[in-house]
């Protein structure tokens, strides 16, 4: 893989720009505080400003490094703010694959600007870092985020039982993935 770092990118609706350590407000009250933005991931709802702070000064540093892939999704006509967030959260150089993680806050749920930040995400990965799959899970009882998957061309490729753990405990895990050879 070519990696080339967290570059900002511009949609029809949407700016993926890094994260700074002003966004600690924008954070915990657009979605981190949230327990329902929360309930399937595997990080915990943040208490309060100082939580998300304390996460932006573990992020920030990292966009030195080149293989670091960690977006803020902002929504252009309502920016600067972000809304959620999408990340590269696994990585295997040796077979040219990635695995993505997003979140986004509840008020722009059912809008396509999850799906919009994911499409632009592989298509990033695939042209410009040289990524060969790029795959992503959900726990079953959460059907929205494989919508989002299958809307960006990812395949079902099976249900692992019993295989992962999120806020909820110990869960299945969907697999979803899409191939460089697969993207027009």
């Known amino acids: 893989m070519n990696h080339c770092g967290t570059q900002r990118i511009e949609t029809e609706r949407l700016v993926l720009r890094r994260f700074t350590l002003d966004d600690a ?11 329902e933005v929360t309930k399937y991931l595997m990080w915990p709802t943040h208490a309060d ?6 996460v ?12 670091y892939y960690q977006w803020a999704i902002v929504i252009k006509e309502e920016g600067p703010n972000p809304i959620g967030s999408i990340a590269v959260v696994q990585k295997d150089d040796r077979t040219s694959k ?13 809008q396509g600007f999850t799906s919009e930040a994911l499409n632009a995400v592989i298509h990033y990965l695939f042209d410009r870092v040289g990524v060969n799959r790029i795959e992503s899970r959900h726990d079953p009882r959460n059907p929205h985020s494989g919508n989002v998957m299958k809307k960006c061309g990812l395949i079902y490729e099976g249900t692992m039982r019993q295989a992962d753990w999120n806020n909820q405990g110990v869960c299945d895990a ?6 460089k050879s697969q993207v027009k």
Not at 25 to 35: E, F, G, H, I, L
Not at 49 to 54: I, L, P
Not at 174 to 179: E, G, K, R, T, V
């Open 56 to 67: 932006l000064k573990e992020w920030v540093p990292c966009y030195e490094k080149e293989d």
């Open 49 to 54: 400003r100082d939580t998300s702070m304390n």
């Open 174 to 179: 969907c697999y979803y993935a899409i191939l």
């Open 25 to 35: 407000d924008a954070m915990v009250q657009n979605w981190a505080s949230d327990s």
């Open 98 to 110: 990635v695995h993505i993680g997003y979140c986004i806050g509840r008020k722009w749920w059912h």
